[in-house]
């Protein structure tokens, strides 16, 4: 199996290092082939814009899913981006290690889906959810939090995790076709003690244990949705003229 680990923290002693290291002993201590993306070490540029096409599509306009559809085509993507989308097809596996910054990634990480995620390959017309161009695959985030663990939860302040994420969950990774499974989470990492901290890694080197067997998140399938995008067996809409409103 092939396991692409996308890191994005920028201190290398963190916690979510040490998160991220434990995930790389695991899979690796078990034969598996393990890349890693860290993107704060490798400088990732997060910003998505012109100048990562070097032969448009269209130079007057910039249409960024376009380019990057015109871009793969032709074999003219940016080196840095190339590289990316080259492991990204190679995995069998997608693990992100991240911490959570206002409820959702770092700027790098949300930088790395906008310029690596490519419309055509990954997604595009009804390529998408268990049609995507990465169905097959499977992805987890793996998440250290500052907010202690009762405040993600249903009827929490915040309310749930998978509700609070989403937008990436869904949104991203089950939009291009992974199969997500549950977020690993370590919480109120910046206050808890260094026994607590152990705790972590032990429950998370549980988690990997279990990661072949962990039930994935519920996602669309466009089986049940008509060419309309609604819901089968759902009334069509109907509309009036102006003067029957």
Same mark, same amino acid.
Do not use: N
């Given at each position: 199996?092939? /396991? ?16 991220? =290291? ?11 082939? &393990?890349?890693?993306? =860290? ?7 997060? /910003?998505?814009?012109?100048? =990562? ?13 376009? @380019? ?5 085509? *032709? ?14 097809? %190679? ?5 992100? &290690? ?6 959702? &990634? ?9 310029? &690596? ?17 990465? %169905? $097959? ?6 998440? *250290? ?19 609070? !994420?989403?937008?990436? !969950?869904? $949104?991203?990774? $089950? ?5 997500? +499974? ?16 152990? #705790? ?9 244990? @279990? ?10 399938? +466009? %089986? #049940? ?21």
């Amino acid at each position: 199996m092939k /396991v692409l680990v996308v890191f994005a923290h920028p201190e290398p002693r963190s916690f979510c290092a040490a998160m991220k =290291d434990r995930a790389v002993a695991f899979f690796s201590a078990r034969g598996h082939d &393990v890349l890693i993306s =860290d993107l704060y070490a490798m400088g990732f540029d997060a /910003v998505a814009k012109a100048e =990562d096409f070097a032969y448009r599509r269209d130079p007057d306009y910039l249409v960024y899913a376009l @380019e990057q559809r015109h871009a793969f085509e *032709t074999g003219t993507l940016a080196p840095d981006i190339r590289a990316e989308v080259d492991k990204l097809l %190679a995995a069998d596996v997608l693990l992100l &290690v991240f911490p959570l910054w206002w409820f959702s &990634v770092p700027a790098i990480l949300k930088g790395w889906f906008d310029r &690596v995620f490519l419309s055509g390959p990954f997604y595009g017309g009804r390529r998408f959810y268990d049609r995507g161009g990465l %169905a $097959g695959k499977r992805a987890a985030c793996l998440i *250290t939090a500052g907010s202690r663990a009762h405040m993600l939860r249903e009827g929490g302040i915040h309310g749930p995790l998978e509700l609070v !994420l989403r937008h990436l !969950l869904q $949104g991203t990774l $089950g939009y291009v076709g992974f199969t997500v +499974l549950p977020p690993f989470v370590a919480w109120h990492v910046p206050y808890v003690d260094e026994a607590t901290r152990a #705790d972590y890694l032990c429950a998370l080197e549980r988690y990997l244990e @279990e990661f072949d067997r962990l039930a994935p998140l519920p996602l669309p399938s +466009l %089986a #049940d949705f008509d060419e309309l995008m609604r819901p089968r067996g759902a009334r069509a809409e109907t509309s009036g003229s102006d003067a029957t409103r």
